[in-house]
Antibody
Framework: QLQLQESGPGLVKPSETLSLTCSVS??????????WGWIRQPPGKGLECIGS???????YDSPSLKSRVAISIDMSNNQFSLSLSSVTAADTAVYYC??????????????WGRGTLVSVSS | EIVMTQSPATLSVSPGERATLSCRAS??????LAWYQQNPGQAPRLLIY???TRATGIPARFSGSGSGTEFTLTIASLQSEDFAVYYC????????FGQGTRLEIK
């Protein structure tokens, strides 16, 4: 059974870089049929997609966050990672990792991790 | 950016009754639309993709319809575990979510 688990610091200082890792179990991250991505949800607010990456390295990042986001894949450890630079309090959110599957010419999010809260504060 | 608008913001329905949730896109997303259910403190769960295809393991009481800019999620005969927040999401052009509909017990 496929499972995704986020890990990383729960507190990051303003202007620093937020770094999270998603460990995938029950399936190989090197599947050609899937992308792997990140979504966030500020407390009490809606959902925002951050970006995704294919095992081949092809990225698909948020137009609004693109300059601050880097998503990478580590096939040897079956995990992928998120880096978000120059963070501010507005980046405080629950961060989810997720798998994307293909259908009808597009990829959609079909399985999510449980999420991890990251707070940005000095 | 494609804006997704859900209505109503809150829907009060009695257990055993039918719930109808709406989602509108600011431009056509064809059938590239998904519905998610989120319970407090939990990750969203995929219910429907491609506007009308139920995800694996989703009960038949959940159904989706629509295409283009107008979409509907219908939950027939509400069960206690169905009272949650529901989000629609388009994946035609990047990914954007609606603001959510809270389904509460009447």
């Amino acid at each position: 059974q496929l499972q995704l688990q986020e890990s990383g610091p729960g507190l990051v200082k303003p202007s620093e870089t937020l770094s999270l890792t998603c460990s995938v179990s029950g399936a190989s991250i090197s599947s050609s049929s899937h992308y792997w991505g990140w979504i966030r949800q500020p407390p009490g607010k809606g959902l925002e997609c951050i970006g995704s990456v294919h095992y081949s390295g092809i990225p698909y990042d948020s137009p609004s966050l693109k300059s601050r986001v880097a998503i990478s894949i580590d096939m040897s450890n079956n995990q992928f990672s998120l880096s978000l630079s120059s963070v501010t309090a507005a980046d405080t959110a629950v961060y989810y990792c997720a798998r994307l599957s293909y259908s009808s010419g597009r990829y959609y999010f079909d399985l999510w991790g449980r999420g991890t809260l990251v707070s940005v504060s000095s | 950016e494609i804006v997704m608008t859900q209505s109503p913001a809150t829907l009060s329905v009695s257990p055993g009754e039918r719930a109808t949730l709406s989602c509108r896109a600011s431009q056509s997303v064809y059938s590239n639309l998904a519905w998610y259910q989120q319970n407090p403190g939990q990750a969203p769960r995929l219910l429907i993709y491609d506007a009308s295809t139920r995800a694996t393991g989703i009960p038949a009481r959940f159904s989706g319809s629509g295409s283009g800019t107008e979409f509907t999620l219908t939950i027939a005969s509400l069960q206690s575990e169905d009272f949650a927040v529901y989000y629609c999401q388009q994946y035609y052009d990047w990914y954007t979510f609606g603001q959510g509909t809270r389904l509460e017990i009447k």
